[in-house]
Structures are given as C-alpha cells and as structure tokens.
C-alpha cells in the first residue's frame, strides 16, 4: 500500500517535473557566463547536497550507512556522468533539442530493463522504440541527413546522457528494495558531487579557465536548491503514492515546460522537420512509459 494519498503524490510529481523542465533554459542560460562548464556543474551540485542533506537529516528520512553501498556509488558515477555529458553538449546544441533528446531516456530503461531485470517489451512499447528512433533521426539532422558540425556533436552528447541516466534509473530500481527513493536520491546527490571532483581536479591542472560571471551565480543557486535539491525530494515523495509509471507519464510537463521556456525565452526555434522529429519523440516517451505495467518502469529523473 502506498505511503502517501495519490492526490498529493501527483501535485508533489508535477511540481517536480515543471522544476526539472526549469533546468534545461536554465542550464543553457548559466553556461554563457562561466568559463568552464564541469566548474558550473560541480558548483550546482555543491549547494544541492549542502541543501539535500539538511533537509533530509532534519526529517529524519536518511542514514549516512547507505553510502556504504558501492551500488549507490555507481548510481552516483553515472548520474555525474550523464550531468557532464549534458552540460557539455548544451554549450552546442539547444535547450530544446535537449530535453527532448534527453528524456527520450525513457526508451533506453526499457533496453536496459530489457536485459537486466528479463522486463519483456509489449506491441505499443516496441512501436514506441521505433517511433523515437525516427523521431531522433530527424530532431537530430533536421530533415537534412547532414550528421556532422558542433551542434550535431552536442545532439550526440545530450543523447548519451540520456542513456547513462538509463543506467542509474535502473540501478536506482534495483536499490529500491533496500533503501527509500529519498535515501537514493539524496545519496545519488551526494556521490555524484564527489565524482565531480575528478574532473574538476583534471582540469584545474590544465590550466582550465574557472571565470565565474555574477549571473552565474543566480543560475548555480537556483539550479542547486530548486532544480536539484527541492524537484528530486518532491519526486521521490510523490513516488510514495504513484507508481513508477505514473510518475513516468506525469513527468512528459518537464519537456513541455522546457520547450516553452526555451522558445519564449532564449527564443529558440526547431526548424519544420525538427519539429516532426519533436513529435515522434513526445509520442514515443508517453508510448513507452504509459504501455507498461503498473509498476515494470522507474520514472525519467534528474538530479
């Protein structure tokens, strides 16, 4: 039984998602005033886990055992993972092609479930597949099968983040029988601010120009506290009351959030066959979350 009325699960999940839909004009937004993008998202990070952690502690909703667990350190390895390749690949590519492409991650857990958990794929599902195969074919090329230049190397970039977040959306699952959604998000939180470390440390070694702007700071601050720490703990409540794939199917106002920050806003556009490819790929994102059984799928998340 759940732990939470669903009433109140799914105002917390659509909270979430409209927060994390705030991250990607966010994101791209900041970047613009800092030297170095991995400096921009170890800071974000930073401010979360000082955030996450009072939170919690305060609550009385999570034990510093659990990061004893090397499983919640892999979590944590490829949520920074996916976190770099985004943040990079949107210094290229666009906001908006961006959470498209990255949400469509979707698709990847089905694969991923696929072989991990023997998870079998109904007819809707694989037509969801297919469906946002195409639909990336032409976000990605535009129509025009030209796969080469800057922004299509973002695209490919923000793509992969997607799949390492398949990776820790089923691993996250496979701990969920041990531990609270809350206690691996914030953990997740936590570990993946240290990863970050590594590459930080990399690059300051290289002479990395680490020039942070006022304005940036405004973007750390708000994408650490609200987009980061408030949106993952509203999530990982609201999954107390709604199953995973209901939180799954709530979670597509995140893209729609995005895309319309992203066109009002920093007055991005999606040329006429991108604009198909977008459609396939919402398609394919609701096909594969809402076909499945109740509870044979995690929810598309960010940290």
Same mark, same amino acid.
Not at 150 to 168: H, N, R
Not at 229 to 256: C, N, Y
């Given at each position: ?6 009433? !109140?699960?799914?105002?917390?999940? &659509? $909270? ?10 966010? /994101? ?5 005033? &800092? ?39 892999? *979590? ?7 976190? *770099?390749?985004?943040? &990079?690949? $949107?210094?290229?590519?666009?906001a ?5 492409? /990255?949400?469509?991650?979707?698709? @990847?857990?089905?694969?991923? =479930? ?12 694989? @037509?969801? *597949? ?13 129509g025009?099968? !030209? ?28 701990? $969920?029988?041990?531990?609270?959604? /809350?206690?691996? =998000? ?7 601010t ?5 590459? #930080?440390?990399?690059? @300051? ?6 020039? *942070?702007?006022p ?27 709604? !199953?995973?794939? =209901?939180?799954?199917?709530i979670?597509?106002?995140? &893209? ?8 009002? #806003?920093?007055?991005?556009? #999606? ?7 977008? @459609?396939l790929?919402?398609? =394919? ?5 809402? !076909? ?12």
């Amino acid at each position: 039984m759940p732990i939470r009325d669903r009433r !109140s699960a799914v105002i917390l999940t &659509v $909270l979430a998602s409209l927060l994390w839909g705030t991250s990607f004009p966010g /994101v791209k937004w900041g970047l613009s005033y &800092v030297g170095n993008d991995v400096l921009f998202l170890w800071l974000r990070f930073l401010f979360a886990s000082v955030v996450t952690l009072a939170i919690v502690i305060y609550m009385g909703r999570f034990s510093f055992s659990v990061l004893r667990n090397p499983w919640i350190w892999l *979590i944590g390895a490829f949520n920074a993972g996916g976190f *770099i390749a985004q943040y &990079v690949g $949107l210094t290229m590519t666009t906001a908006s092609k961006t959470v498209l492409l /990255v949400d469509i991650n979707v698709i @990847a857990v089905a694969i991923v =479930s696929l072989y991990a958990f023997r998870e079998r794929l109904n007819k809707v599902q694989i @037509a969801g *597949i297919l469906t946002g195969m195409i639909g990336i074919v032409f976000l990605t090329s535009e129509g025009g099968l !030209s796969f080469t230049g800057s922004e299509f190397f973002g695209d490919v970039l923000v793509y992969l983040a997607g799949w390492s977040w398949a990776f820790f959306i089923v691993f996250n699952k496979k701990m $969920l029988s041990r531990y609270s959604a /809350v206690e691996i =998000s914030t953990a997740a939180i936590t570990t993946s601010t240290i990863w970050l470390i590594f590459p #930080l440390a990399y690059l @300051a070694g290289t002479g990395a120009d680490f020039t *942070i702007e006022p304005n940036a700071w405004a973007a750390i601050i708000y994408l650490g506290i609200a987009c980061t720490s408030v949106a993952t703990l509203l999530w990982a409540m609201g999954l107390e009351g709604v !199953s995973a794939t =209901s939180s799954a199917t709530i979670m597509l106002l995140e &893209v729609v959030t995005a895309l319309l920050i992203s066109f009002t #806003l920093l007055h991005e556009s #999606l040329m006429e066959m991108a604009i198909i490819g977008a @459609a396939l790929v919402l398609a =394919s994102i609701y096909l594969v979350s809402s !076909s499945g059984g109740d509870d044979d799928k995690s929810p598309v998340v960010h940290t």
